[in-house]
């Protein structure tokens, strides 16, 4: 399965971007999407994720800032972030699970997000 993810860009603190990732290839049907970022120095972390039934989670901190969603028609995750925050720069990148003769994951290329006045 291939991932392309759009969206990244540079904002000032406070506005808004969407990110979206769209899947291709070869599989049955996706289980999880997710959204993780990784800043310069440090690890890689969680940022989001929703289940092929709907469940969602987030990291505390982009709660009630962050929206994640999916087009299953699509194959595609987005993530809405809302009230972008210097903290918030990263280069984000979607994961998938997905179902071909076993269960896979799959990782994007990556979107830069950078949030500075």
């Known amino acids: 399965v291939q991932l392309q993810a759009f969206g990244g860009g540079l904002v000032q603190p406070g506005e808004s971007l969407r990110l979206s990732c769209a899947a291709s290839?070869?599989?049955?049907?996706?289980?999880?999407m997710a959204w993780y970022r990784q800043a310069p120095g440090k690890q890689r972390e969680l940022v989001a994720t929703?289940?092929?039934?709907?469940?969602?989670s987030y990291t505390d901190s982009v709660k009630g800032r962050f929206t994640i969603s999916r087009d299953n028609a699509k194959n595609t995750v987005y993530l809405q972030m809302n009230s972008l925050k210097p903290e918030d720069t990263a280069m984000y990148y979607c994961?998938?699970?997905?179902?071909?003769?076993?269960?896979?994951?799959?990782w994007g290329q990556g979107t830069q997000v950078t949030v500075s006045s």
């Open positions: 994961n998938v699970e997905y179902y071909y003769i076993g269960l896979h994951t799959s």
């Open positions: 290839g070869r599989f049955f049907s996706i289980d999880t």
């Open positions: 929703i289940t092929s039934g709907g469940r969602i």
